[in-house]
């Protein structure tokens, strides 16, 4: 589903990506892990685009998005993504939130983008919060909400990146939990982050990332198992 060659990005002198070659196939789910400052914030970034790469390919669907001429709009469609910081436009209600890019980009109508609103809120257990505003919701309420906000895109890919890490502990749960039900319903995900159980339960296939490469990878259970390189071994001993 997403082809990564030779993907490098600096930011002036500073380089961040440093050479990545990797395929994520349709229906993994992938947990990328990593100490802070490695680049995993910017290699999801360069996946949908909000970061420019400074060479290399990426390719989504058989489709080059780092061709100049590509599709940023369409490609941006096909990928949710889930920030730390939620994200929500505090000033507009939360089903707006929901509806605001599908009708503007013309993929609903406005009555087709709430009734698909109203059904996502049902479906997350937020419907009574339909018309109230995010800052008027907890943090794990808000998170679920633009967790709803990406899928009412209906992105072939989800990436998260760092979901629960500004939540209040009490609230990781609720969270990881709906995160959880989308890796059942089969949701092709890239997921950045420090929750190891998640990885565990979730993860086909676990990453980490230093100094802008991807220096080891594996099923969960091998991974936490078995650590070879040394940077992991070090990292892992200071999260598990
Ligand atoms: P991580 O998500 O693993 O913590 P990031 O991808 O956010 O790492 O950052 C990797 C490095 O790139 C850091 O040194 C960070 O300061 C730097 N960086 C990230 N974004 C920018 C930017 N827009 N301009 C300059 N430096 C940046
Ligand atoms: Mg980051």
């Given at each position: 589903m997403i082809d990564v060659k030779d993907l490098s990005k600096s930011f002036g002198n500073l380089h961040v990506l440093n050479g990545i070659n990797e395929h994520i196939y349709k229906?993994?789910?992938?947990?990328?892990?990593?100490?802070?400052?490695?680049?995993?914030?910017?290699?999801?970034?360069?996946?949908n685009l909000m970061e420019k790469p400074t060479s290399g390919s990426i390719c989504v669907e058989g489709e080059y998005i780092t061709d100049r001429k590509a599709n940023v709009n369409l490609i941006r469609r096909k990928m949710g993504m889930v920030f730390q910081h939620f994200n929500l436009f505090p000033h507009l209600t939360i089903k707006k939130n929901i509806t605001l890019a599908p009708v503007k980009l013309g993929l609903m109508t406005k009555e087709e983008a709430d009734a698909e609103a109203m059904r996502l809120l049902e479906r997350v257990g937020l419907a009574d919060k339909a018309d109230a505003y995010p800052p008027q919701l907890s943090g794990g309420q808000k998170q679920r909400i633009a967790i709803v906000r990406a899928l009412a895109m209906k992105p072939d890919v989800m990436l998260f990146d760092e979901p629960t890490s500004a939540l209040d502990p009490e609230m990781v749960g609720e969270v990881l939990d709906l995160m959880k039900q989308l890796a059942d319903d089969g949701m092709t995900m890239v997921v950045v982050t420090h929750?190891?159980?998640?990885?565990?339960e979730v993860a086909s296939r676990v990453m980490f990332m230093s100094d802008g490469q991807i220096v080891e990878q594996g099923p969960p259970?091998?991974?936490?198992?078995?650590?070879?390189?040394?940077?992991?071994?070090?990292?892992?001993?200071?999260?598990?």
């Open positions: 229906g993994e789910k992938v947990v990328i892990i990593g100490p802070s400052g490695s680049g995993k914030s910017t290699f999801l970034r360069c996946l929750e190891m159980g998640f990885a565990r259970d091998e991974f936490f198992a078995n650590p070879k390189n040394p940077r992991l071994k070090d990292f892992l001993s200071k999260v598990l």
